[in-house]
């Protein structure tokens, strides 16, 4: 079966204006990305992986119509969608939602949990009023909530159940596409399970595709179909989930990779042995030339320090952006 695209993000570049300069030419940016590309098809999920500040929340926020991209194409459905959500035709908007990763800032606090989740199906016209209140018990219990917490305000419930809320809130719409940028991230260890095996099962029961942006890299492990991993703005490694545990062709993967916790003894024999992180993540305003890893790379040689990598295929849906 032929898998098919459902978003593609081209060569996409997000710079921020941190200083502006007399001379125009001279003003200063922040590559917050530097030209990412990859597909994600229809009812997969593809974990974006990185370390804080690699941009991962800036990709998201472009598809998502928040920011207009500085350079490259999204297309959803081969159409492109470049710019802000408010220009958009209905029917993407529906079709792409967003969770994010602190619920307690991204759920108004003064308003219960009735109004929440009625506010897109008003938006987007989806119900007819009268069967309005049916949807939101429904959408309670699409995350496992029950009915009366609808009358219920925010601070007065569980992190872990307030994340289920904005869950419930991005199901609303009927969506195809949700990002969930570390949707456990800010919750207790407790409860993430929880909340991750409501993805799993609410991606089986819709046929949602996700992309699932984590630095969690363990996590992607039972989640993903697929991983792709940034470092500062770019892609350094994609491939498929098990490909990518057992074959890691990066020497940022096999960092990432060595500093993770180890369930069994199959994991343990295929990881790679540990390697000492080197060295603070460049910033973004002044990224090293040639390859932007050759800061805290143990095989970097005179070439990482000339010219940057290109992402080429090392093996069958494995890409990699290295020398060597
Ligand atoms: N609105 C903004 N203005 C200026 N810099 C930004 C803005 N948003 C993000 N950045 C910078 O862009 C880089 C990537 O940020 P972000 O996408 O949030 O990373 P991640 O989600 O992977 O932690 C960081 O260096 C961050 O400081
Ligand atoms: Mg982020």
Redesign the pocket.
């Known amino acids: 079966m032929k898998e098919e695209a459902l978003l593609t993000v081209e060569n996409l570049k997000k710079y921020?204006l941190?200083e502006k300069k007399l001379n125009k030419r001279e003003n200063v940016f922040?590559k917050?990305i530097d030209g990412v590309s990859f597909t994600l098809h229809r009812n997969e999920v593809l974990g974006l992986v990185?370390e804080?500040?690699?941009?991962?929340?800036?990709?998201a926020y472009n598809i998502i119509g928040m920011y207009v991209p500085t350079d490259g194409r999204i297309l959803y459905k081969n159409a492109c969608i470049n710019g802000k959500s408010e220009n958009r035709p209905l029917s993407v908007k529906r079709d792409l939602q967003i969770v994010f990763q602190d619920p307690s800032t991204s759920l108004n606090p003064r308003r219960n949990i009735r109004y929440i989740l009625e506010r897109p199906l008003k938006v987007h016209r989806i119900t007819e009023k009268r069967s309005i209140r049916d949807r939101v018990i429904d959408l309670l219990r699409m995350v496992e909530l029950p009915p009366d917490y609808m009358y219920k305000y925010p601070p007065h419930i569980g992190g872990g159940e307030r994340q289920l809320v904005s869950i419930a809130r991005a199901l609303a719409t009927d969506p195809k596409l949700i990002i969930l940028d570390e949707p456990t991230s800010a919750l207790d260890v407790s409860i993430q399970g929880k909340i991750i095996n409501t993805l799993i099962h609410l991606r089986e029961t819709l046929s949602l595709s996700y992309l699932f942006i984590t630095h969690d890299l363990s996590l992607m492990r039972n989640v993903a179909d697929r991983v792709v991993i940034?470092y500062l703005?770019k892609i350094c490694e994609v491939a498929r989930t098990k490909d990518f545990f057992e074959n890691p062709a990066h020497p940022y993967t096999m960092m990432l990779l060595s500093s993770i916790p180890t369930m069994s003894r199959e994991e343990e024999r295929v990881k790679p042995k540990k390697i000492r992180s080197r060295g603070e993540i460049p910033s973004?305003v002044n990224l090293p030339t040639g390859c932007r890893f050759n800061t805290r790379c143990p095989k970097a040689k005179d070439i990482c320090f000339e010219c940057e990598p290109e992402l080429r295929e090392v093996a069958l849906d494995h890409g990699v952006s290295c020398h060597f």
């Open positions: 921020f941190i922040l917050a990185g804080s500040g690699s941009g991962k929340s800036t990709v940034m703005g973004p």
